[in-house]
């Protein structure tokens, strides 16, 4: 099972950041926390022929990277369709004032603890169950084959 939320930060004035971090703490969710960002948009009070870049800092790699370049007149929106998995990452505006808005999903997977000694005896005892059914009917099978082959080869002669 998951929960989904809707993100969404803005970023405004040169230099301006945001984190998103995952919850590695978190007992319901203990790991399959992911982002998605879906698109980034400029503000129509965005000023015209300046370009506005976001960089994206992931934690996991250390990873420094633009994700958007937008410029009002020219580019007003991009749509990315990035995942961040397990990974919290910073959204920084490292050129322009934007404002630039951010948004996508936010998505954790509950995981579910299972007790494998259990399964793997179910799974065992199903499986010879299973072999057992399925012999007899092979043989039965076989049998049949069998004697429809000699029936034929005696009409023949």
């Keep these: 099972m998951s929960d989904e939320s809707f993100y969404g930060v803005t970023l405004s004035g040169e230099g301006s950041k945001v984190e998103w971090e995952v919850l590695s703490n978190d007992e319901d ?10 698109q980034i948009l400029l503000g129509a009070e965005a000023k015209e022929d300046e370009f506005n870049v976001v960089e994206v800092h992931t934690v996991k790699d250390n990873l420094k990277i633009p994700i958007a370049v937008l410029k009002a007149g020219e580019t007003r929106a991009v749509n990315p369709d990035i995942e961040f998995y397990e990974t919290s ?5 490292i050129k322009g004032n934007g404002p630039v808005y951010i948004h996508g999903q936010n998505i954790k997977d509950e995981v579910e603890v299972v007790d494998m000694d259990d399964d793997e005896s179910d799974e065992e005892d199903d499986g010879e169950e299973e072999e057992d059914e399925a012999q007899p009917q092979k043989k039965k099978q076989k049998m049949e084959n069998n004697a429809d082959g000699k029936n034929a080869k005696n009409k023949k002669k």
């Design 89 to 93: 990452a910073t959204f920084k505006l």
């Design 29 to 38: 969710f203990p790991r399959g926390q992911k982002l998605i960002i879906r």
